[in-house]
């Protein structure tokens, strides 16, 4: 495991450019499994998590080149086994997404627990139930154990939750299922967009996608395909939050401008000077104020994904800030570091805190407990007098790639250490 030493008090600025959405990233390589023609995907994001997952298809019996590349071709002509490698499944919760695709290529799906950030807390109940609408039979195990001895059915299925993966995990299923399928209150991010698209692109028939109803026509003989992945939106606005917290001004390139609105609306009301021009996010230096309250939400709403960032940055702003994730519990309990860092909190419960700024932050040793919260905590070491030092530095390598040198080519003063 590494650390990621850290000179703070330096005004970051520059220009960077993000690759594609690792939650879109994720999906699509799972759907590659549902055909046996070779699949292309360019703009991949070249980060840990992708790179897990490209293997566990290689351990599937997939061909797969270009690993740690932005260009991945993929093909599948068989589907070799039906149980992933459970070292790598262990560190990756998006491999519940290769559920459905296994049911689909070989009728049964044998999966150890996913792992990522809170395995423990974070269910795949709405995952299951969608697949049992499919016929799926659930066997109790230590994991996973699914099959379909008859084959996938088309459902109709109202989920109880507008889970992201769990709508993905039923539109692969369902893609595979002969005949029609509606999910209702289906997640409607970008990345679940991008994932119908995809499908499509596939030879797949869907509709309604972007609302919280979607219909899949399904059983169609998929071809392969060529993407582009759109450019993801939660790491432009983490380096928009990044040098906003250290007094700083950046250029980010390669969100969709439809995308990123999400998250300048909410900088704007902290008063941070940021513009969207095309495919360029700016951010300028500004003098930041207390947003009064900021709340994740269900897309379009704020993103829980940045929430950990904003909480940083309203260390910063003058005033008070309730900054309040409702999607996750105890997300925000790894920010109670800020405290020694001489914030000041006060976590009101696992899902509520009340930040009081601008203070002026102290270095000191961290603990990158989960990806987002992680990544948030470099930004405050980036703002504090002195020198941090966080570990592991792996956690955050899972969705921000070529981390150290992209801070260090903003001003940062950063060194990886072993």
Not at 59 to 78: F, K
Not at 110 to 134: C, K, N, V, Y
Not at 307 to 321: I, K, N
Not at 395 to 410: A, F, H, S, W
Request: hydrophobic fraction near 40%.
């Amino acid at each position: 495991m590494s650390t990621l030493l850290i000179e703070g008090g330096r005004r970051l600025s520059g220009s960077v450019d993000v690759e594609g959405n690792k939650n879109a990233a994720l999906p699509l390589l799972a759907a590659c499994l549902l055909t046996t023609q070779e699949c292309v995907l360019t703009n991949v994001p070249r980060i840990t998590d992708v790179e897990v997952m490209a293997r566990l298809l290689l351990d599937l019996g997939a061909e797969v080149e270009g690993i740690g590349s932005t260009t991945l071709r993929v093909r599948c002509r068989e589907v070799v086994k039906d149980e992933p490698d459970s070292a790598l499944v262990c560190r990756l919760r998006g491999s519940v997404l290769l559920i459905g695709p296994l049911l689909a290529r070989r009728g049964r799906a044998r999966l150890a627990q996913p792992g990522g950030d809170f395995p423990a807390r974070r269910t795949i109940t709405t995952h299951l139930d969608a697949l049992e609408s499919m016929g799926a039979r659930i066997t109790p195990s230590a994991g996973h154990d699914l099959e379909v001895p008859d084959g996938l059915k088309p459902t109709s299925i109202y989920l109880h939750e507008a889970s992201v993966t769990g709508t993905e995990t039923a539109l692969l299923a369902a893609a595979a299922a002969d005949g029609v399928s509606e999910i209702r209150h289906a997640a409607c991010e970008p990345h679940v967009v991008e994932l119908c698209q995809f499908l499509q692109e596939l030879g797949g028939g869907i509709s309604g996608a972007g609302t919280p109803t979607i219909r899949v026509e399904g059983g169609a003989k998929l071809g392969g395909a060529q993407h582009r992945l759109w450019g993801d939106y939660i790491e432009a606005g983490s380096w928009g939050v990044v040098a906003a917290v250290t007094g700083g001004e950046i250029e980010v390139l390669g969100a969709r401008a439809q995308d990123i609105e999400v998250v300048a609306a909410v900088l704007k009301r902290m008063q941070i000077e940021c513009t969207m021009d095309g495919e360029a996010f700016r951010v300028e230096q500004s003098r930041p104020k207390a947003a009064g309250r900021i709340t994740t939400g269900l897309w379009p709403g704020f993103p829980s994904d940045l929430v950990s960032l904003v909480t940083v940055l309203a260390t910063q702003c003058e005033g008070q800030t309730l900054v309040h994730d409702w999607l996750y519990e105890l997300r925000l309990f790894a920010l109670e570091q800020l405290s020694g860092m001489s914030a000041d909190l006060f976590l009101c419960d696992p899902h509520r805190i009340i930040v009081t700024g601008p203070r002026r932050l102290r270095g000191r040793l961290l603990d990158s407990r989960d990806l987002r919260s992680g990544m948030a905590l470099i930004a405050a070491a980036l703002a504090a007098d002195g020198q941090s030092r966080l570990a592991p530095l792996e956690t955050v390598e899972r969705g921000y790639g070529q981390l150290v040198e992209r801070l260090q080519r903003l001003g940062a003063k950063v060194a990886k250490l072993p």
